[in-house]
């Protein structure tokens, strides 16, 4: 659009736009909520590796010393002096024996300190006898557990390149070499080898080679039985052994004097100890003045004593070890080496001081499996760091004896930690910090902190708990739960609810440790806020979810009434979880159901039905549906309760929310499950309805109350009478059933299944297992059950009422019905899955007794129950099976046998009285609920698992996808709330846009339009177009025909979309809305059913979605044109024919939208205006028109609650919606005398109405005054009108095939008659228009197809 360049600096203007744009932030959007956007099902389980599957304990410990004392090994030349000392004793200061068991018991001790309850056997010196005895007797007693076998080789040669290490002879006159191959058939699986010896990496190589032989031997003797290997005893495989060596096969170890001569034991069982010793002899040490090697071994304390200095130390060291391992290895390795057993994890820790200490001496020590070298990692120097300020400290404390100050190191690292968090992005690597979190959760004075921290970072999303869980989190969060600090409580139920919100198998953990109980007394704490008390109720609802000894343990901790007492709190989220929490606990567990009547929870329940929350409502259904799905015995008692929830759900049929009516299908399918036989009973009643039922065209009837004269037209197209539902003559089992499903083809559109109106089940997920578990049709199909549906309303079946619970059978089936037309297309099918189910049970059942009765077989079938002929008769098609005559293919109709017959298979009698199943077998004098016999045995062509058939396959994932609230960031600010996010720009820029439309059409609006005859569009339309509508800010323009909207784009005069809009065929598009226009804009059609639905994503290469759909008006009359009195009759009947091809008549569905508020105005043929909230998505207020005839066009306007509605019958009619349905009519004005084609409400505060009638008068009226103040007359026989909000313009569109624009004085700026560019073509009939809500734009359809859009002259565009 090309402005005059001045106009833009007007001041005016730039104020305005300023303005604007302010308005569009705080505009409500609809439909744009979480529900709407996401796929309502649970997150993808992530696979959880954390858990230990083989947790395991060393319990044997072989040491082996082989010392010599005194003696020393031909094949190494030691330095002198040379190190000497052994378990931190020297060999010579006592005689050789002594020596040597004391070096024994000292190596005892020191790994007593890491394992203390294992089994120690020393071996001092051995032969290869001792050391086969002491191995075989320690692998017997260990069984499946590990054994640790502990190699001191300094006093013999080293070890061989042919796989040996050395020991003894008896007289130690030899040294013999003891093969490892032995050494691994003696130890076993699984074990752990520490070898300290020269060249103890030659051993490690050995150790591999001979476990792959054997490898190699058992997979010989697996394949090949008669081989000699297999008659020998199998060698155990080596696949779980661990070793660790002090050295590379080519190294000598360290003879440094300053150290211990098993420098490896030492940093394996006393890493303290040795760590400060060679801290000290670092040159860096000179900086810590006072500090000797003598001062060190006076530290104070003890190691396990954390508030020591010696404890504080070893508590740090243990820290960083671990920190260090996490970060440096593979996940699956560290959870092997260092959470799978204790003692193996601290020879780990200890190994990586090995590792660094060794190599400062050239030394390198191995493991296998191999770990990548960490001897360089940062984590050392705040190791350094803590060395440092602990020894500085030593020389005060010893001499004056001063307190201990102690190492800031876990309060820094904590802060590390939350740098990490807040400064971040989102894509990096985790937090080196982490395992060291997890150490501070041991101190009460960081405890608060670590866990607040703990808690930001699980809240980054699934991967953070899977890696808090993968450090080994969870030990110590369950035994969080014993403490009794108050303050404690909302941070363990923030971090509890993360972890079961990705891993609910936490939920056996949990009852086993008494965890629940902290949850119930947190839920039961009033002072706790609502968040914490929701996550309480969260956890507890993972705890009970399909898990009895959890239901078991909350039912007895009290929960149900608990959570009774929270469904009225003001926090949706707690009384969504509250329902969910309920419902889950009396899921299959009977004593908790009885528990919630004892409470009447079901009661309670109710007004959680009215919830203005759509999740409430859905969890309050899911809970109900639970509770009258128990399968346990049901008494009078639970009967009479199971009908009243069923009455209640009932009511929400019509609720504004999908989620909600898909909860209901499922809530009511656990009922049918329960009163299967009663529902099935229905159905045959239903079917034989149907089919002795001519529906009647809802054009020939004159619904009660309704005065108005039926006007003459033919009956609607109505349906094929389809009778595929009772294809069914002369099958007799199942499996044959299924044969002839196979051949029924029940899409009976032509075209394309992709685009069949009305025919649901031709969808893929419709068509998913239904009639029986593995048959892939359905017997009902979306048209007969329409028709049933429409059946059910005009016939009273007061047959059925024979026993009187009955009724609540006949209305939910009613219900189901209604649901299986459902616009939204997951509520339809689910409620089809239901009533075919059913369907095909009664007709299983049904099917003998009717093969004997049955009239309508012909020679071709023996009535017999063996037969095996299928007969199908099939709507229009050829018999499936060459075999079958077509003489059996008649139409008529088995009579159901009448009631004296003798049943000749009693498993099922369909009879007329509706009696319940079996009746002919009850005594006279049966209590009204007692159950029946038990069914005959006879049934055994119905697959068993038929009973739990629906339930088990019925489920939404509305519980599931709530959850993954919990698992997703909560303390995140949302994208869109986020300045710099895209989504925020982009909305942004939207904004601008906007902006700059509304003050560029504002400028030719207000100058004046003089003409409006320029044709900038013109398009042939895919179908005849029946309303238009422009987007307000885009160039985009929506065109309806019957039951498609194709999109164009006005500019380039290019085709955008074009897609069907899923009402059945008899329905057509009566009104559409471009709803959230002013940013991501969604599509609102309304049908002459009284359906809406909404779509996104169209007009944009993606494919159009639906975002929801409703029943807006549940009782249209497709019936009724308001016949006026006047002679303007014959005119008005002369329009309304020609207006819809269809002959439909009717007003259709009227909409109007405020955006301002989120409510949505209905109407059309009924006699209420309906209000929908569309943040609550349910019907807010039912204003009576108080008049006969149907209501033709809506106008509103929020600032002063006004409703204007134009009616059949000429009137106009003003309603206040603030005031009570009784008086909220405040004006009528009856001046037209024919059928109103449009109202308009101007929005200004003092805005007039203006309507037209069909014959050409337009009125304008003050509200407040009731007469009008102004009239115009333009064309006669007007068949659309528009006026343009903005320009005071308006057009009309007339039968005569022109249109005529005028201006607010009444005159004619604008005749347009031919199409331009278009070899003159007249235009042809107006079949719609309407301006655009800016521009001076106006489009409009005919019925050739064409679809053109007029402008005002191109000078002032």
């Not at 030593?394 to 930690?417: C, D, K, M, N, V």
């Not at 993972?542 to 039912?555: D, F, K, M, R, W």
Request: hydrophobic share 40%; net charge neutral; with cysteine.
């Amino acid at each position: 659009m090309k402005m005059d360049a001045d106009l833009l600096h007007l001041p005016a203007v730039g104020f305005a736009e300023e303005e604007a744009d302010m308005n569009d932030w705080e505009l409500p959007l609809a439909f744009m909520k979480k529900r709407h956007s996401e796929k309502i099902e649970g997150s993808k389980a992530l696979a959880q590796s954390w858990r230990m599957k083989d947790r395991m304990k060393t319990v044997s410990v072989a040491l082996v010393l082989c010392l010599n004392v005194g003696v020393d090994p031909p094949d190494v030349v030691k330095t002198s002096p040379c190190a000497r000392l052994e378990c931190w004793i020297d060999p010579l200061s006592m005689s050789p024996q002594k020596a040597l068991e004391t070096i024994g018991a000292n190596l005892q001790k020191q790994y007593e300190n890491w394992q203390p309850r294992a089994r120690y056997k020393q071996s001092l010196d051995p032969t290869v006898d001792e050391v086969k005895k002491l191995c075989t007797s320690l692998r017997r007693n260990a069984k499946e557990e590990r054994v640790l076998f502990h190699y001191n080789g300094h006093g013999v040669p080293r070890p061989t390149v042919n796989g040996e290490i050395w020991v003894f002879n008896k007289n130690y006159t030899q040294y013999i070499p003891l093969s490892i191959y032995d050494l691994q058939t003696w130890m076993g699986s699984p074990s752990i080898f520490v070898y300290d010896c020269s060249n103890a990496g030659i051993i490690v190589t050995s150790f591999k080679q001979f476990a792959l032989q054997r490898e190699q031997e058992l997979e010989v003797a697996a394949i090949n039985p008669s081989h000699p290997l297999a008659q020998m005893p199998l060698p155990p495989s080596m696949k779980n052994c661990i070793q660790l060596a002090a050295c590379e096969a080519s190294e000598l170890l360290p003879m440094n004097p300053d150290l211990p001569a098993d420098l490896f034991t030492s940093c394996l069982t006393t890493p303290i100890k040795i760590a400060l010793r060679w801290f000290c002899m670092q040159k860096s040490a000179k900086l810590v003045p006072g500090v000797t090697l003598d001062l060190i071994e006076k530290i104070p304390g003890r190691l396990n004593d954390r508030r020591t200095p010696l404890g504080e130390l070893n508590w740090i060291f243990t820290a960083i070890t671990d920190t260090i391992a996490w970060n440096v290895l593979p996940r699956d390795l560290f959870q092997k080496l260092f959470r799978q057993d204790l003692l193996v994890a601290s020879l780990f820790r200890n190994f990586l001081l090995a590792e660094r200490i060794m190599r400062s001496y050239n030394c390198t020590p191995v493991s296998s499996p191999r770990l990548p070298p960490t001897y360089m990692h940062a984590m050392w120097q705040a190791w350094d760091l803590a060395v440092d300020i602990c020894l500085s400290q030593l020389p005060t404390i010893i001499e004056e004896g001063t307190a201990f100050r102690h190492s800031p190191f876990f309060a820094e690292q904590l802060t590390a930690f939350q740098v990490w968090l807040t400064m971040g992005v989102e894509n990096r690597n985790p937090p080196e910090q982490l395992p060291i979190v997890l150490q501070v959760l041991l101190s009460q004075v960081h405890r608060l902190r670590a866990l607040d921290l703990l808690g930001c970072f699980l809240d980054l999303g699934p991967w953070a708990v899977s890696l808090a869980l993968s450090v080994g989190i969870f030990p110590y969060v369950l035994k969080l739960l014993q403490s009794s600090a108050r303050e404690l409580r909302p941070l363990l139920v923030f971090i509890w609810a993360k972890i079961l919100a990705v891993d609910s198998s936490c939920q056996a953990d949990l009852v086993k440790d008494n965890g629940h109980k902290y949850f119930l007394s947190v839920l039961a704490d009033s002072y706790m806020p609502a968040e914490h008390r929701t996550m309480a109720v969260f956890i507890l609802a993972v705890i009970v979810n399909s898990y009895s000894t959890g239901q078991e343990a909350c039912l007895q901790g009290n929960l149900i009434a608990n959570c009774l007492e929270q469904l009225s709190d003001p926090h949706p989220l707690l009384r969504q979880w509250v329902a969910i929490c309920l419902g889950r606990i009396w899921q299959n567990f009977d004593p908790a159901r009885w528990c919630g009547v004892r409470d009447s929870a079901h009661e309670k329940l109710y007004i959680l039905l009215s919830d203005p929350i759509p999740e409430v409502r859905c969890a309050a259904v899911f809970a109900l549906g639970t509770f009258v799905g128990n399968s346990a015995e049901r008494t009078d008692h639970s009967t009479t309760i199971d009908h009243n929830v069923a009455m209640m759900l009932a009511q929400l049929i019509n609720d504004g929310s999908p989620v909600v009516r898909k909860e209901l299908v499922v809530a009511l399918s656990h009922l049918v499950v329960q009163y299967e036989s009663n529902f099935c009973t229905v159905a045959l009643q239903f079917i034989e309805e149907e089919k002795n039922y001519t529906v009647p065209s809802p054009a020939n009837t004159s619904e009660p109350g309704n005065l108005t004269p039926v006007r003459d037209s033919p009956a609607i197209p109505r349906l094929r009478s389809v009778n595929s539902y009772t294809n069914i003559r002369a099958v007799t089992t199942a499996r044959n059933l299924n044969k002839s499903l196979q051949n029924l083809n029940l899409n009976e559109e032509g075209g394309p299944a992709a685009f069949s109106p009305g025919n649901l089940s031709t969808s893929s997920s419709a068509s998913s297992t239904l009639g029986s578990p593995d048959n892939d049709e359905y017997i009902l199909s979306f048209e007969t059950i329409d028709k049933m549906r429409r059946v059910s309303s005009y016939s009273s079946l007061n047959s059925l009422i024979g026993v009187s619970f009955n009724s609540v059978y006949t209305q939910i089936w009613r219900v189901l019905l209604h649901l299986a037309a459902d616009p939204f297309p997951e509520v339809s099918d689910l409620a089809m899955k239901v009533l075919n189910c059913i369907a095909y049970k009664a007709m299983m059942n049904a099917r003998p007794q009717r093969i004997l009765d049955s009239g309508s077989l012909t020679q071709s079938a023996p009535a017999s129950p063996t037969s095996k002929g299928t007969h199908i008769h099939q709507a229009g098609g050829s018999p499936p099976m060459p075999s079958t005559s077509s003489s059996s293919l008649t139409n008529e109709v088995p009579k159901p046998p009448t009631r004296d017959q003798p049943a000749a298979r009693p498993p099922y009698t369909p009879t007329l009285g509706g009696q319940a199943p079996h009746s002919h077998q009850f005594p006279r004098t049966r209590k009204m609920f007692d159950k029946g016999p038990e069914q005959a045995a006879e049934d055994g062509d119905e697959p068993c698992g038929h009973r739990n058939y629906i339930s088990a396959a019925l489920q939404t994932g509305l519980c599931d996808w709530s959850a993954k609230y919990f698992a997703q960031p909560v303390t995140k600010i949302p994208e869109e709330h986020d300045l710099q996010s895209q989504v925020r720009m982009e909305r942004q820029w939207r904004f601008l846009r906007n902006a700059r439309v509304k003050r560029q059409s504002r400028s030719i609006t207000q100058r004046g339009v003089s003409r409006l005859d320029d044709q900038i569009f013109i398009n042939r339309n895919p179908g005849v177009p029946s309303v238009v509508k422009f987007h307000p800010f885009n160039t985009c323009i929506a065109v309806a025909d019957k039951d498609s909207i194709c999109f164009w784009d006005w500019e380039k005069g290019e085709r955008l979309d074009y897609f069907y809009n899923g009402n059945p065929r008899y329905t057509r598009i009566t009104a559409m809305e471009y709803l959230n226009g002013h940013d991501c804009s969604l599509l609102l059609t309304a049908t002459d059913d009284g359906a809406l639905r909404v779509w996104k994503n169209f007009a944009d290469q993606k494919n159009p979605e639906m975002v929801t759909a409703w029943q807006g008006l549940s009782d249209m009359l497709p019936t009724t044109r308001g016949q006026p009195s006047t002679s303007a009759h014959s005119l008005a009947r002369r329009v309304s024919i020609y207006l819809d091809r269809s002959k439909q008549g009717g007003a259709g569905m009227v909409v109007d939208w405020e955006q301002e508020t989120g409510l949505l105005m209905t109407s059309g043929d009924v006699r209420v205006i309906r209000i929908w909230d569309t943040d609550r998505e349910m019907k807010v207020q039912d204003i009576p028109t108080g008049a006969d005839s149907c209501v033709t066009s809506l106008s509103c306007d929020s600032q002063r609650s006004l409703i204007v509605a134009g009616l059949g019958d000429g009137s106009v009619r003003v309603f206040d919606r603030r005031m009570g349905p009784n008086e909220c009519r405040i004006m009528t004005y009856r001046e037209h005398g024919a059928w109103v084609v449009k109202a308009h409400l101007q929005k200004e505060s003092d805005g007039h109405i203006i309507s037209v009638s069909v014959n050409g008068d337009v009125r304008f009226f003050e509200p407040r005054t009731p007469d009008s103040v102004n009239v115009l007359q333009t064309v006669k026989g007007l068949t659309a009108l528009d006026i343009h909000p903005q320009a005071n313009l308006f057009a009309c569109g007339s039968m005569n095939q022109f249109i005529a624009v005028y201006n607010a004085n009444g005159d004619v700026i604008s005749n347009i008659k031919y199409y331009d560019g278009f070899m003159g073509q007249r235009i042809g009939a107006i079949s719609c228009l309407a301006f655009h809500p800016h521009w001076p734009h106006l489009a409009v359809g005919s019925n050739d197809y064409y679809m053109s859009i007029y402008s005002a002259e191109k000078r002032l565009r």
